[in-house]
């Protein structure tokens, strides 16, 4: 029979959090297994934008922007308002102290960013973007970690944690469709993601509806953290989540910026185009970037627009959350449907109908050259109708009694003129859970705690997995957890395999 392959420290997950944790892991000398499930590492981390929040930067230095840890500890309950007391304030200390470090951990990684940009209640502007996309986390990490000799196995995922005498000591898999084992000498680190895709954890903290309603990232089960409550831990913050909302589908092919190659020089020659050149040459670029998967704005319905499903009716009042009706639609799907008035007023500042955090904001005409594929434009509401294959008598009866719905309305608070021709079509729009906060309990090392908050030996936490109540509110934050924890992790993690002879 085949020995059971051993390691000093097994980190399960390769997304940012994973592939920060095997990375000090494997600088301390430990010998380091990473599991990915996917084909490929990746995670909600290539998903993201990739905006990443930190004080005393090299960026900020630069101009002139004098920026320290306790501030920004001090600046992010205002993100939090009524939740505030729900925070973990000795991990967010934790955050604040250690995402400088970080960022020029990734900076000597590879990693460029562009910014800071401002995001008050930030009393500092703050905020870096990652050039040329979120991929650039993955690939310069990756490279790294195996540079550094980390053993990572694809295709790989973990079902259940082993334990003997209360440690755990190892990691069950399922290997296309094999069985195998992994034993850890010191300690496996969880950094398996959210549970936005988890019906079950969804159904749990949140309620029915809300199980019914995708994540972004369909891999994101929550493995984690179910893996993790079979030994006594705890899930915190299990009902808070960006969403649900809706948004547009991604494209079906790559955006341009997506498929861009993380190359230093390229992102160097971004960063100095985003920073020197005018946004009138930069637009139709970054409007690439930006028409992704992203949320449109609430306004656009206070303006009048309305929300109807592929059959052309209407299924909610689109002011009060929309996101939770839609999955009761046929295809789970629905078209935002306006006219040239709203058409002009979404065309220009103040009125955008998306943005990217901290990039660029995106207006009708954006979409109109960007998105064809969710941008539909017709004279009459029959051209409309067949052009998104509903039928026509249906959307004309919807426009009918939504326009008699707004005449009666007027002199009220939300009164608004009637959607006349021509009219436009955004969509279709889905909705989606983003990320949600629902992270195991864990300590200032990142053991993970059991139900009388004692740490599971032998057992570690980090990013999303090892939220431990932490509030990550603001754009930048949780990926600025996932390579803070991930990094701390993996060294704790490391520590707990030592030379024999100290046995
Ligand atoms: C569309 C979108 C935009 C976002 N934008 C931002 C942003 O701009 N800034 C920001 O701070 N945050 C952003 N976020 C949130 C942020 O991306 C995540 O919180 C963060 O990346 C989490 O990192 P992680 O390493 O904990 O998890 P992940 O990056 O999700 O990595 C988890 C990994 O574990 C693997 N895995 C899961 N289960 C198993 C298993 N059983 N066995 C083996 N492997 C497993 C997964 O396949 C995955 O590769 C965004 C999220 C989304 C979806």
Same mark, same amino acid.
């Given at each position: 029979?085949?020995?059971?392959?051993?390691?000093?420290?097994?980190?399960?997950?390769?997304?940012?959090?994973?592939?920060?944790?095997?990375?000090?892991?494997?600088?301390?000398?430990?010998?380091?297994?990473?599991?990915?499930?996917?084909?490929?590492?990746?995670?909600?981390?290539?998903?993201?934008?990739?905006?990443?929040?930190?004080?005393?930067?090299?960026?900020?230095?630069?101009?002139?922007?004098?920026?320290?840890?306790?501030?920004?500890?001090?600046?992010?309950?205002?993100?939090?308002?009524?939740?505030?007391?729900?925070?973990?304030?000795?991990?967010?200390?934790?955050?604040?102290?250690?995402?400088?470090?970080?960022?020029?951990?990734?900076?000597?990684?590879?990693?460029?960013?562009?910014?800071?940009?401002?995001?008050?209640?930030?009393?500092?502007?703050?905020?870096?973007?990652?050039?040329?996309?979120?991929?650039?986390?993955?690939?310069?990490?990756?490279?790294?970690?195996?540079?550094?000799?980390?053993?990572?196995?694809?295709?790989?995922?973990?079902?259940?944690?082993?334990?003997?005498?209360?440690?755990?000591?190892?990691?069950?898999?399922?290997?296309?469709?094999?069985?195998?084992?992994?034993?850890?000498?010191?300690?496996?680190?969880?950094?398996?993601?959210?549970?936005?895709?988890?019906?079950?954890?969804?159904?749990?903290? *949140?309620?029915?509806?809300?199980?019914?309603?995708?994540?972004?990232?369909?891999?994101?089960?929550?493995?984690?953290?179910?893996?993790?409550?079979?030994?006594?831990?705890?899930?915190?913050?299990?009902?808070?989540?960006?969403?649900?909302?809706?948004?547009?589908?991604?494209?079906?092919?790559?955006?341009?910026?997506?498929?861009?190659?993380?190359?230093?020089?390229?992102?160097?020659? *971004?960063?100095?185009?985003?920073?020197?050149?005018?946004?009138?040459?930069?637009?139709?670029?970054? *409007?690439?970037?930006?028409?992704?998967?992203?949320?449109?704005?609430?306004?656009?319905?206070?303006?009048?627009?309305?929300?109807?499903?592929?059959?052309?009716?209407?299924?909610?009042?689109?002011?009060?959350?929309?996101?939770?009706?839609?999955?009761?639609?046929?295809?789970?799907?629905?078209?935002?449907?306006?006219?040239?008035?709203?058409?002009?007023?979404?065309?220009?500042?103040?009125?955008?109908?998306?943005?990217?955090?901290?990039?660029?904001?995106?207006?009708?005409?954006?979409?109109?050259?960007?998105?064809?594929?969710?941008?539909? =434009?017709?004279?009459?509401?029959?051209?409309?109708?067949?052009?998104?294959?509903?039928?026509?008598?249906?959307?004309?009866?919807?426009?009918?009694?939504?326009?008699?719905?707004?005449?009666?309305?007027?002199?009220?608070?939300?009164?608004?003129?009637?959607?006349?021709?021509?009219?436009?079509?955004?969509?279709?729009?889905?909705?989606?859970?983003?990320?949600?906060?629902?992270?195991?309990?864990?300590?200032?090392?990142?053991?993970?705690?059991?139900?009388?908050?004692?740490?599971?030996?032998?057992?570690? =936490?980090?990013?999303?997995?090892?939220?431990?109540?932490?509030?990550?509110?603001?754009?930048?934050?949780?990926?600025?957890?996932?390579?803070?924890?991930?990094?701390?992790?993996?060294?704790?993690?490391?520590?707990?395999?030592?030379?024999?002879?100290?046995?």
């Amino acid at each position: 029979m085949n020995a059971v392959p051993q390691y000093d420290v097994i980190v399960v997950g390769g997304g940012g959090a994973g592939l920060a944790a095997a990375i000090e892991a494997r600088k301390l000398g430990r010998a380091v297994l990473l599991l990915e499930k996917n084909p490929a590492p990746g995670g909600s981390t290539a998903w993201s934008i990739g905006s990443i929040t930190s004080s005393a930067t090299p960026h900020q230095i630069a101009r002139g922007i004098k920026d320290c840890p306790a501030d920004h500890w001090a600046d992010m309950p205002a993100f939090a308002g009524d939740l505030a007391s729900r925070d973990n304030d000795e991990l967010r200390r934790i955050l604040c102290d250690e995402v400088p470090d970080a960022f020029r951990w990734l900076l000597a990684c590879g990693v460029r960013f562009y910014g800071p940009v401002a995001e008050p209640p930030h009393r500092k502007p703050r905020m870096h973007t990652v050039l040329p996309n979120s991929g650039s986390y993955i690939y310069h990490l990756q490279r790294h970690a195996r540079r550094l000799g980390v053993k990572i196995l694809t295709h790989t995922r973990a079902r259940e944690l082993i334990a003997e005498g209360g440690r755990v000591c190892g990691v069950s898999c399922e290997e296309r469709g094999q069985r195998r084992e992994f034993r850890a000498r010191g300690a496996v680190v969880l950094a398996a993601g959210d549970f936005t895709n988890s019906a079950e954890l969804k159904g749990r903290f *949140m309620g029915p509806q809300e199980a019914k309603i995708e994540g972004v990232n369909l891999t994101a089960t929550g493995d984690g953290q179910l893996m993790a409550e079979k030994l006594g831990a705890r899930i915190l913050n299990g009902d808070l989540a960006l969403g649900p909302e809706i948004r547009f589908i991604a494209p079906a092919r790559d955006t341009l910026v997506r498929l861009l190659p993380p190359w230093p020089a390229l992102a160097l020659f *971004m960063q100095w185009a985003l920073e020197h050149l005018p946004q009138a040459i930069l637009r139709p670029f970054l *409007m690439r970037f930006l028409t992704t998967a992203l949320a449109p704005s609430p306004g656009i319905f206070q303006s009048g627009a309305i929300l109807v499903n592929k059959q052309g009716r209407r299924f909610c009042d689109e002011c009060d959350r929309p996101a939770y009706a839609l999955p009761d639609q046929p295809d789970q799907v629905a078209y935002i449907v306006i006219d040239a008035r709203i058409a002009t007023l979404y065309s220009a500042w103040p009125n955008f109908v998306s943005t990217a955090p901290g990039v660029a904001y995106a207006y009708i005409p954006d979409y109109r050259r960007s998105r064809p594929d969710i941008y539909s =434009a017709a004279a009459s509401l029959d051209e409309l109708a067949h052009k998104l294959g509903m039928d026509a008598g249906v959307l004309a009866a919807t426009v009918r009694t939504s326009n008699d719905a707004a005449q009666s309305r007027m002199g009220a608070s939300r009164a608004m003129p009637p959607l006349a021709a021509p009219y436009t079509a955004l969509g279709p729009v889905r909705a989606v859970f983003v990320h949600n906060e629902g992270g195991l309990a864990v300590d200032t090392e990142h053991r993970v705690l059991d139900q009388d908050a004692k740490a599971i030996p032998g057992l570690y =936490a980090a990013g999303s997995t090892g939220q431990g109540g932490l509030l990550l509110k603001g754009h930048g934050h949780h990926l600025a957890w996932a390579f803070v924890s991930g990094r701390r992790a993996g060294r704790f993690a490391a520590y707990n395999a030592v030379s024999e002879d100290l046995h």
